[in-house]
C-alpha cells in the first residue's frame, strides 16, 4: 500500500497538511510507505527535509505522485484534474463537504474510488481520536475569539491601573458546540465576561464550567436529535429565542456566532436592525458565513463596517492555524488509517461497522451515502 500526501493548493489559501513529519515517522515505523509530494508541508512551516528524515519519499511530480498512490491523504476536497489521475480501486481520504459538493463524489464513484470523507466520521466517543470536525472546530473557535480581540478598540480584560479602571469586554456567543465552546474559554482566559445561549440545554453545565454565564431560553419542544446535534426549530420557539438575543447583543461589545444545524442552512439568529442596535466600535465574528450564516449582515470571506459595527465572516479559520490545525488533523487521519489498513496491507470494508461504513462515501464505483444521493438530485 503506497499511502501519498498531496500538496494542498497554498496559493488558494490552504495551508494545511493532511499528515505532519512526526506522524509520518511513526507510520514509516511500521513498515508502511509513504510519499509526499514536495513542497506538501510549506503552508505549516515543514521541510521536505523534515518528511525525509522521517522516512517518507519526496515526489516532485504532482502527477505521478497521485497516478502511483494506492491511498491519498489531504484536507480539502480534491479538484477535478487531480481526481481524473487516480488508478482505478484506489482510495482517498479527505474532507469532501460531500453534501455541498457531491459532483465530487459522484466523480470519484464513476472513477472506482474509494473515498472517505473526514466530515462523515461518527460522533461517537469510539471515532472521537479520527473526529476532525471536532479538532478543526476546536481550532476554529479559538481564532475566531482572537481576531475579535484584534479588532474591537478596547481591552478584553478587566485592567487597574494609575490611569484608571477598565471595564472587561462583554461577549456573547452564540451556539455552545465544540467551536462556541471553544471560544468561550479563549474569551475568559483573555479576561472577558462572557455569556453564551444555545438551543440545546444540555450544554449548560459545560457553559458554566468554563465561567460563562448560560443565556436560559424555555423552548417547549425537543431540540436535541440525534447524536447531540441541534434540530431545526419551529417559527415559534425562533420568536422566542431571537427576543432574548436581540437583549444580550445590544449589549454585547463582541457577538462571535457558530450556530449549526447539520444538512441545513445555518440559522439567521442576528437581524439587521440588531446590528444596528449595537454600539459603533463593536465586533461580531460570524463563523457560519459560509454556510449562509447566522447574522443578516455578514458576507463569507469579507469584513463589512454596518454602522460603525465590524461584522466580520471569515472563512477557513483552521488554516491560520496550520501547526497545531496539521497536528491535530494528522492524528485524526494517522488513527484513521491504522484502523482502516488490515495487517495484509488491504483495506478494512466492513461496512457493519458504523465507523467505515458512515465514513466511506464511494466504493465500487458506488455512490454510498444516501444523504449525498440526495443532494445530487
Ligand atoms: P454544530 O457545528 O452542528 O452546531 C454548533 C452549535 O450550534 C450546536 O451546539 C447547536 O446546538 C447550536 N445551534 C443550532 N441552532 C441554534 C440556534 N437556533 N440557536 C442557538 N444555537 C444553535 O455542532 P458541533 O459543535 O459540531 O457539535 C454539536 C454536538 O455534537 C456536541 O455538543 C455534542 O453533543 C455532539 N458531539 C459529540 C462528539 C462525540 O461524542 N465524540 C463529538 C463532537 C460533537
Redesign the pocket.
Known amino acids: 500500500m503506497r499511502i501519498a500526501i498531496a500538496r494542498e493548493d497554498l496559493e488558494g489559501g490552504e495551508r494545511r497538511v493532511a499528515l505532519i513529519p512526526d506522524m509520518v515517522s511513526r507510520l514509516t515505523k511500521k513498515g508502511w510507505e509513504i510519499c509526499v509530494e514536495t513542497g506538501a508541508g510549506t503552508g505549516s512551516f515543514f521541510s521536505d527535509e523534515d518528511y525525509s528524515q522521517a522516512g517518507a519519499q519526496i515526489i516532485g511530480d504532482k502527477g505521478q505522485l497521485w497516478r502511483e498512490a494506492d491511498l491519498i491523504v489531504k484536507v480539502a476536497p480534491p479538484k477535478d484534474d487531480e481526481l481524473e489521475q487516480l488508478h482505478e480501486g484506489a482510495a482517498l481520504i479527505s474532507f469532501l463537504n460531500p453534501l455541498g459538493q457531491p459532483e465530487t463524489a459522484q466523480k470519484l464513484a464513476e472513477g472506482k474510488i474509494t473515498t472517505f470523507s473526514m466530515e462523515l466520521i461518527p ?3 469510539r ?2 481520536s479520527m ?1 476532525a ?2 479538532s478543526q ?1 476546536g481550532v476554529a473557535g479559538y481564532k475566531a475569539v482572537l481576531i475579535a480581540a484584534a479588532t474591537l478598540p478596547k481591552f478584553f480584560p478587566m485592567l487597574t491601573t494609575a490611569a484608571g479602571t477598565i471595564r472587561p469586554a462583554k461577549v456573547f456567543v ?7 465552546l471553544q471560544a468561550i474559554a479563549t474569551a475568559r482566559r483573555l479576561g472577558a465576561v462572557v455569556e453564551a ?4 440545554p444540555a ?1 449548560k453545565e459545560e457553559v458554566q464550567s468554563l465561567g460563562a454565564k448560560f443565556v436560559e431560553v424555555e423552548l417547549e419542544e425537543e431540540t436535541t436529535a440525534k ?4 434540530k431545526e ?1 419551529s417559527e415559534e420557539s425562533k420568536q422566542r ?1 431571537q427576543a432574548v438575543i436581540a437583549q444580550h447583543v445590544a449589549s454585547a461589545d463582541v457577538v462571535i456566532t ?5 444538512g441545513k442552512k445555518a ?1 439567521l ?1 442576528v437581524t439587521e436592525d440588531m446590528v444596528a442596535a449595537m454600539k459603533p466600535g463593536t465586533v461580531i465574528v460570524d463563523m457560519a458565513a459560509e454556510q449562509g450564516g447566522n447574522c443578516a449582515v455578514s458576507e463569507a470571506g469579507k469584513n463589512i463596517q454596518y454602522q460603525g459595527v465590524t461584522v466580520m465572516g471569515p472563512v477557513n479559520l483552521p488554516s491560520s492555524m496550520p501547526v497545531h490545525a496539521s497536528e491535530m488533523y494528522s492524528k485524526n487521519i494517522a488513527t484513521l488509517l491504522q484502523y482502516l489498513i488490515q495487517e495484509d496491507g488491504s483495506l478494512n470494508l466492513d461496512f457493519s461497522d458504523d465507523i467505515v461504513d458512515e465514513t466511506c462515501v464511494t466504493h465500487g464505483g458506488e455512490l454510498r451515502n444516501e444523504r449525498v444521493k440526495a443532494a445530487l438530485g
Open positions: 460522533r461517537t466517543s471515532a472521537q473526529d470536525l471536532s472546530a452564540i451556539g455552545a458546540g465544540v467551536a462556541g445561549f444555545d438551543i440545546r450544554v447524536g447531540g446535534y441541534a426549530i429565542t457558530t450556530a449549526q444545524v447539520p440559522p439568529l
